[in-house]
C-alpha cells in the first residue's frame, strides 16, 4: 500500500534536487528517505529515481 509519507518524500525530492536535502527537511537520516523510495518503487513495481553517489535523476515514469 502506497503511504501519503512516501509521496511527500518523493515530492520533497523533486522540489529539492535531493535525497539529502529531503532528509534534512523532513527530519529524518538521507537512509530512511532511500527506503521509502525504494518501499515505493518496490510496491509500484516501478523505477522512479536513477541514484548514484554523484547524481540523482527521475526515470521517465518518475517525472510523470
Not at 527506503?35 to 535523476?57: A, F, P
Request: charged fraction near 25%; charge should be negative.
Amino acid at each position: 500500500m502506497v503511504e501519503f509519507a512516501q509521496m511527500k518524500t518523493l515530492i520533497l525530492i523533486s522540489e529539492l534536487g535531493s535525497l539529502a536535502a529531503a532528509a534534512r527537511e523532513l527530519n529524518i537520516s538521507p537512509a530512511a528517505v532511500s527506503k521509502q523510495i525504494s518501499r515505493l518503487e518496490e510496491e509500484l513495481g516501478l523505477q522512479l529515481l536513477i541514484r548514484s553517489t554523484r547524481k540523482l535523476s527521475f526515470t521517465e515514469v518518475g517525472e510523470n
